[in-house]
């Protein structure tokens, strides 16, 4: 990713996505079962020497998934060098089937700038190519500005795959979202637990999957915050978490995890708060005589 000079760069803007998905319809499933011939049975439930888990001729894997839901962030950045929330979309069934997800994303990253810059956890893993899969299902097209993410989306400067940054390009063992979340406090999985999620898409508890969905772009959104000033030092991490934490409650008013954000920002601030107090006492203090 290059950093652009101050004399010649536009604002810069990131795009972070996340995708929900489960297997919804094994009619596909089943077409792969007949074409290597299988006929399960009591006897042989599973291939020879395979988990159920491991054996994807009983257990779907990933092409056979549909995706559900979409949260995306579109961040611009300001003159000071922070970033602020421009758009939060959210696209999810019940009113949207697949393909209008995949449509609505097209046009998020269509309307966006041409060199913003794709944010994900994991993204390389398993949002790129599950939605790649998609667009091939349904016959649409990338954006001009877009058509890199067909070639597994592996863009040094397009493409910000925080979990890829951070483990050395997977040769680290890779980690959960989470485990950096937790480590840098930083608010995530608020709404449900990340196994739970394909049982509360089965139940159809929409407005779940949605909030699911949108806390792991906030999460990704924060840690693209942290990241990002080890680059940039214009912007204080802090300050630009907290302004998107402000934003993101405005926009998603009444959400289920907008009251542990409020929390979140409160210890966060009065933390804050008692830093500069106790700095104040230290290095000047004469204020309070003063003030007397």
């Known amino acids: 990713m290059k950093i652009k000079t101050t004399a010649q760069r536009t ?6 996505l996340d ?8 009619t596909a499933h089943k077409r792969y079962q007949a074409m290597e011939r299988w006929v399960p049975s009591d006897d042989k ?25 979409a949260a995306i962030m579109v961040l611009v950045e300001d003159r000071q060098g922070g ?34 810059e794709l944010t994900t956890w994991a993204g390389l893993a398993h949002d790129v190519p599950i939605i790649t899969a998609g667009l091939m299902r349904h016959g649409l097209t990338l954006p001009p500005a877009w058509k890199w993410m067909a070639f597994g989306s592996f863009h040094r400067e397009r493409h910000i795959d925080l979990c890829r940054n951070m483990t050395a390009g997977m040769k680290m063992k890779p980690i959960h979202m989470a485990e950096v979340a937790a480590a840098m406090d930083i608010p995530a999985k608020i709404t449900a637990p990340p196994f739970a999620v394909t049982s509360i898409i089965y139940a159809g508890r929409w407005d779940e999957v949605q909030e699911c969905c949108e806390g792991d772009v906030i999460t990704t959104a924060l840690l693209l915050a942290r990241w990002y000033t080890t680059l940039d030092p214009r912007a204080p991490a802090d ?18 995890y907008i009251a542990a954000l409020e929390a979140h920002r409160q210890v966060r601030f009065a933390s804050k708060f008692e830093k500069a ?4 006492t230290i290095l000047a203090p004469w204020l309070d005589r003063d003030a007397a």
């Not at 604002?11 to 972070?16: A, D, G, L, M, T």
């Not at 107090?277 to 104040?280: E, G, K, T, Y």
Request: aromatic share 6%; glycine share 6%.
């Open 45 to 69: 439930p599973i291939r020879r020497g395979y988990q159920r888990s491991e054996d994807p001729l009983t257990c779907p894997r990933w092409p056979f998934q549909t995706i559900t839901t």
């Open 11 to 16: 604002p810069r803007s990131w795009i972070v």
């Open 239 to 256: 300050a630009v978490e907290d302004r998107i934490l402000r934003r993101v409650i405005e926009l998603r008013e009444g959400r289920g």
């Open 83 to 116: 970033m602020d929330v421009s758009r939060f979309v959210t696209l999810s069934a019940p009113e949207h089937d697949e393909r209008k997800v995949l449509a609505g994303i097209l046009q998020v990253l269509g309307e966006s700038p041409a060199d913003a």
């Open 19 to 26: 995708v929900e998905s489960a297997v919804l319809d094994d």
């Open 277 to 280: 107090a106790n700095d104040a």
